[in-house]
Structures are given as C-alpha cells and as structure tokens.
C-alpha cells in the first residue's frame, strides 16, 4: 500500500500561526509554526497513526488529535491525500465520498 500524504491548512485567522508539533514512526517530531493561509505536508506509512499537539493564539487555544489512523481515514481521503483545514471551531477533513469538507474534531475548552 502507498504512503498517505496529510496536509494541514491553517484557516484560523489573519497574523494567526497554527503551532504544531506531530509524532509516529518514521515522520520527523520538529515542530512546525504554519502561517496563515499556509499548509505543512507529511507524508505517512499507511501503518501510521499521526498524532499532533496543536496551539494558536499565544498558545490559548490547544489540543491534541489524530490526524491520520489508516483504519479510520483511508477509505475517506481521496486517493492517499488527506487534507485538513484548521479553524476556529476545530479541524475539517476533506471527505472524498461526500466531496466536502466536514468537522471532525472540535478545540477542547
């Protein structure tokens, strides 16, 4: 099986960075201050569970989510490409069935 490529979009706002610091196998755990109207890719074994810490607005905002599970997400990205988009509300997920982005998780208060 091809490996996944996951993006990250950062939607959050105007001169908002979204800080994220992701970790599995084989991917490299640097952090990453994604600018926005900017997106950072990884690409993943289909084996993988890519896991992120997130934060934005001075660190306010943050939480940790699974960005990539094969056994959840490979039959909703479309063909091996997941792409996210970060916002205010939480992270979207572009589903390849329903061809359109949709909530899937939600910021913790």
């Given at each position: 099986?091809a490996d996944f490529?996951?993006?990250?979009?950062?939607?959050?706002?105007?001169?908002?960075?979204?800080?994220?610091?992701?970790?599995?196998?084989?991917?490299?755990?640097?952090?990453?201050?994604?600018?926005?109207?900017?997106?950072?890719?990884?690409?993943?074994?289909?084996s993988t569970v890519?896991?992120?810490?997130?934060?934005?607005?001075?660190?306010?905002?943050?939480?940790?989510?699974?960005?990539?599970?094969?056994?959840?997400?490979?039959?909703?990205?479309?063909?091996?490409?997941?792409?996210?988009?970060?916002?205010?509300?939480?992270?979207?997920?572009?589903?390849?069935?329903?061809?359109?982005?949709?909530?899937?998780?939600?910021?913790?208060?």
């Amino acid at each position: 099986m091809a490996d996944f490529r996951v993006t990250l979009f950062n939607d959050l706002a105007k001169n908002t960075n979204l800080n994220v610091q992701c970790q599995a196998a084989g991917v490299d755990p640097s952090q990453h201050s994604i600018l926005f109207l900017h997106d950072f890719t990884w690409n993943v074994n289909p084996s993988t569970v890519l896991s992120c810490d997130m934060s934005w607005g001075w660190g306010n905002v943050n939480g940790h989510f699974d960005i990539f599970d094969a056994k959840r997400d490979s039959t909703r990205c479309s063909r091996n490409f997941c792409a996210w988009r970060v916002k205010q509300d939480g992270l979207y997920l572009f589903i390849e069935a329903h061809k359109r982005l949709e909530l899937q998780f939600t910021w913790p208060h």
